[in-house]
């Protein structure tokens, strides 16, 4: 799979996915260096794959000596240098233009074998050509390291916002009519929490060196009963109509709308600007005041941690 939608982004772009896009919790990294460490993993150096602007790099880089982002967007990565960040002895963090399926080997000095703790991937993995990166990932990988993958699922209206069963409408229609021949099968993976997405052991040529008995898959999904946070999906979220439009905009199959309707982009026939009217009606029409719109939204989320055997 060759994702050619974000690897396009101009510097501005990234700039203004970093702003739109919130980040993830620390019990998240918490969460992942905890379940490195116990099961022998060292805190020397982690590996982000598809870094973006950086924001799960940053999140990682208190824990670990060394921190490198990658990411195949030359534009993504010009915005995670000018945000910047330090590891935990205060290092700079390292921002590299390479591919998932690279990791690091077009770099000079190349990512060596053996010398990367942790890889970790933040809503990127359904990009990925899977049955490259894991042979590579094996590579890099010190015995006992780990891989952490996570992603979430679109937004969900929540109950709490004011006649939410005819927002969702609104969402589902447009996501299916308008937004559905943008969508790719990295946008399947993602929607469905990487249920099929390819692991060491399912790819045509599977990689021995990881270890399928010790694989984790931790999800967090709306009707789940326990009452433990979300720290992928940060829990229920408000948001007023500008910030639901920002964040709209940063999904791919919007951009690859834009691209296919320029000449809306800027208007009120625009996809993000259209759906923005349409909850802003019913809104109004549940007793909203203009200009105090606001809506509630949940997502699900899910977390697969993978051990390279020691």
Known sequence: MTETTFKAYKHEQGAAYAQARP????NLYQCIVDNHAATGGKLDTVLDVGSGPGVAARGLAPHFAHVIGIDASEGMISA?????????????????ISGAEQLGSN?????????????TAATAAHWFDMGRFWPRAAQVLKPGGSVALWTLSAMEVHPSTPNYQAIQEVLNKFRSEELGPYLLKGNILARDLYIDLPLPWTIEQPVPEFDQSTFLRKEWKKDRSDDVPDPIGLGPQTVNLSQFEKRFATSSPVIRWREAHPDAVGTDRDVVRKVSLEVQRILNEAGVEKG???????VQSVLLLVKKKA
Not at 82 to 96: A, F, H, L, N
Not at 110 to 119: A, E, G, K
Not at 292 to 298: N, V
């Open 23 to 26: 980040g993830y919790d620390t």
């Open 80 to 96: 995670a240098r000018s945000i910047g960040g330090v590891s935990s002895t205060s290092e700079p963090i390292r921002y590299e």
């Open 107 to 119: 770099l000079d000095p190349p990512i060596p074998d053996s010398s990367v703790d942790l890889i």
């Open 292 to 298: 105090q719109e606001k809506l509630t939204g949940r």
